[in-house]
């Protein structure tokens, strides 16, 4: 996890309240992603950013919303149209996204009551 | 389009036995493979990855991975398990023709538990 920061680790929101996620990284790495992980379902990517003030959908990009202001900041939100926002949320990043390997962060399990 | 499949949810092994973890892939074109281990509430940690060369990959931990082309598998090894490598395991592919950075593509993750 060195070098990637999440927080929280915990957040508990109600229902149809917007949310914002911090994803930090020291690393100098030009590309970030979010994942959501599901039990028994692995990873799905959300959003992802190759370089600053740039970002693409992932997989499952509806109800979620992202910024790449700094290099080193990435930081999601999950909004009101996500209908099923309690997961474990994920943050990576790589020197590049094409050909470096993925570094996670610890995590942020996201619960909405 | 790629996928990658584990096909056992569960591996249970006894401690100080070789282990297995499998996985195959699917990619139109060259893979990159990567494992990936993962502990309760926590981010995944790199263990190895296979680029190109030679098809058996050493890692951290002990861990190897044995690329197979023709059988289109990645499978994860160790000769001698510990408790402590009890875990969540995920194998993830990417197409190496793909120019995107979104194709990284993950299992569905293998629950490893080492009995003592």
């Known amino acids: 996890d060195g070098g990637i920061t999440q927080s929280p680790k915990y957040l508990f929101r109600k229902e149809g309240q917007n949310v914002t996620l911090s994803c930090e990284q020291n690393?100098?790495?030009?590309?970030m992603y979010w994942y959501r992980q599901d039990p028994g379902q692995g990873l799905r990517l959300i959003y992802y950013s190759q370089i600053v003030n740039d970002f693409q959908k992932g997989d499952i990009a509806e109800g979620y919303s992202v910024s790449r202001e700094k290099k080193e900041s990435f930081p999601l939100t999950v909004t009101s149209a996500q209908k099923n926002p309690t997961a474990f949320y994920l943050c990576?990043?790589?020197?590049?996204?094409?050909?470096?390997?993925?570094?996670f962060g610890p995590g942020t399990r996201l619960t909405v009551l | 389009a790629q996928s990658v499949a584990q096909p056992e949810d569960q591996v249970n092994v006894a401690e100080g036995n070789p282990l297995t973890v499998k996985c195959t892939y699917s990619?139109?074109?060259?893979?990159?493979l990567f494992w990936y281990v993962q502990y309760p509430n926590r981010g995944l940690q790199f263990l190895l990855k296979?680029?190109?060369?030679?098809?058996l990959v050493k890692g951290s931990y002990g861990f190897e991975a044995e690329f197979n082309k023709s059988q289109t598998s990645f499978h994860l090894k160790k000769p001698s398990a510990l408790v402590s490598d009890s875990a969540l395991y995920f194998c993830a592919v990417r197409d190496r023709s793909s120019g995107s950075a979104r194709q990284l593509t993950f299992g569905s993750g293998t629950q490893l538990t080492v009995l003592p």
């Open positions: 990619v139109s074109g060259n893979p990159y």
């Open positions: 296979y680029i190109t060369g030679d098809n």
């Open positions: 990576a990043s790589s020197m590049d996204g094409r050909t470096d390997t993925q570094y």
């Open positions: 690393l100098n790495h030009d590309a």
